[in-house]
């Protein structure tokens, strides 16, 4: 049985400027179940970005395919939402009407009424009503502008959805918030997304599984990390469960030491390529203590 | 006084230095008054003939009080109120702008698209465009034949250069994250033409139209002066062989009031398609 999303040997190759090729990654194989909210991590230029254009379809792999619901993606499609890093909201349009632009491309028979009470619906709950929802993206927040991305791309109701490095440019305390709000509206909606982002913290609060990408060239998705914490989370609770730092010290392990180690090897070893499922929990009473240094390390699947 | 806005102070320094121009004109010119004084009799003979010289302001608001209390009195051909000789140069020009701008605006969205396009036209367009209108005239009345068509012509392919460049321009300019936009809502081409770029691109084209209706303008007096006929470039010129220079200085002022009102329109456009980022 495939998963609902299923990522195959992709490759992707870009010219290196040299008048040569550069392998960005190769074999890429992963899969997402429904209502999954997957992370991936990895250092900077490693190929997530262009992972992530594929998976939306706006661009095309140098070979290998993606595969949702059974069909194959080829170009864009409502069913895949984006929220872009910079937030790709139209400068010229309003808060509102930016959200309406997305719901009237998705339902073009509903009225007038009913588009801007499903857009205001929507931003109310990413917390934007009354007076701001009528003003240009340029006299908002970066925060807010955040904001009104991720209730356009909500209220389209997607499938997938990508969020491409979404609270990059934010401070803490604005992260802290609109983090907050994404996983209210993703408690909600049972909503599979999948996520770029460089905070290991950020990465645990929200995924149910974190992928782990060594660096490129020949970048490879080598892990899967399950987070074993249980839901509702909150940001000053999980550090007190006993997973967390176990967790997290995994992924630092990783992105500090094994992603290079790991990095730039041509793959031949296995030819699937899926990433180890790497799950760790401290709290499993069926495993005793003396298993718990092999479960640290990796159970394969 | 320190309690006067900025833009109070700078109406009132533009007021000062107004009426002390002026003054400084009026004084400059004393001899133009005596002509008025000659008799009837010394004006039919001729002995006083009024040498053509630089009427002093007040004469040419005397003018243009005379002129704009009746604008468009039509007493032949050689006689017509300013009134009916600008509405005849707007006509023109606004005729061959909309004609220019009615190919500009599609064809340059259409060469924006496609930087091969876009490249492929460019050499021809940078031939064409420092081509000073008036240089088509002598072609286009061989061509076409009719003056007033001619004129219009005119107009027509100095204005279309500016437009068909900026939206171009403005076209290929679009961030490819606002056309990524479009595409994961999976817009038509055409859908996403008109929600997505045209408004991206707006502020450029309407900067390319601002810059054509200006030069249009300046180009329709030039033309007027060669077709002749109506028109408030052959007013000027019909003023200039009467000797009538009191004529001229009024319509020179009059060619700016207008083309400063149509540049203002079209600021005022520009001002509601401009966004911020
Ligand atoms: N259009 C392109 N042409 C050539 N090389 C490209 C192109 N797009 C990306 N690359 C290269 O592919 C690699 C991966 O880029 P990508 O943007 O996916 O990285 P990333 O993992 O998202 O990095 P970051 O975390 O900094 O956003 C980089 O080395 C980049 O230089
Ligand atoms: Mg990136």
Known sequence: MKPFLSIEKLVQKFPNGNGGEMTVFENASFGVEKGEFVVILGHSGCGKSTIMNILAGLADPTSGCVIMDGQEVKGPSLDRGVVFQNYSLLPWLTTLKNVTFGIKARHPEWTKSQVEEHATNFLAMVGLEGDVIHRKPSQLSGGMRQRVSIARAFANHPKLLLLDEPFGALDALTRGTIQDELLKIWGQMEQTVFMITHDIDEAILLADRILLMTNGPYARVAESVEITIPRPRNRTEIVEHPNYYAIRNHLVQFLGKRSKELAGQPTEASKTNKPKTVRIDLTDPTEDPENKRSTLKAVNS | MGTLSLNQRAALLSVLMLV????????????????????????????????????????????????????????????????????????????????????????????????????????????????????????????????????????????????????????????????????????????????????????????????????????????????????????????????????????????????????????????????AE
């Open chain 2, 20 to 275: 002390v121009g002026l003054l400084i004109w009026e004084a400059a010119i004393p001899a133009q008054k005596a002509v008025k004084e000659l008799t009837e009799y010394e004006i039919l003979t001729g002995a006083g003939s009024p040498k053509a010289g630089v009427p002093p302001p007040s004469q040419v608001i005397i003018k243009a009080w005379d002129q704009l209390s009746d604008p468009f009195y039509d007493a032949g051909p050689n006689d017509k109120g300013i009134g009916i000789q600008i509405g005849y140069s707007i006509y023109r020009v606004l005729t061959g702008y909309l004609l220019a701008a009615l190919i500009a605006i599609p064809f340059g969205f259409l060469i924006g698209m496609s930087q091969v396009a876009y490249k492929a036209f460019n050499p021809f367009i940078q031939v064409l465009r420092p081509i000073s209108p008036l240089a088509w005239m002598p072609l286009a009345l061989f061509i076409i034949g009719d003056s007033e068509a001619s004129a219009i012509f005119v107009i027509f392919i100095c204005s279309i250069w500016p437009m068909l460049i900026n939206t171009a321009f403005g076209v290929a300019g679009v961030r490819e994250d606002w056309v990524n936009v479009a595409r994961t809502h999976e817009l038509g081409p055409i859908k996403t033409a008109f929600t997505v770029i045209l408004p991206a691109a707006a502020p450029t084209i309407l900067t390319g139209m601002r810059i054509s209706i200006g030069i249009a303008w300046l180009v329709i007096v030039a033309a007027e002066m060669l077709v002749g006929g109506t028109g408030i470039g052959y007013y000027v010129w019909n003023e200039w062989n009467n000797l009538d220079l009191t004529s001229v200085v009024f319509s020179i002022l009059m060619i700016g009031v207008v083309g400063m009102l149509l540049d203002a329109m079209f600021g005022l456009l520009q001002r509601r398609v401009t966004y």
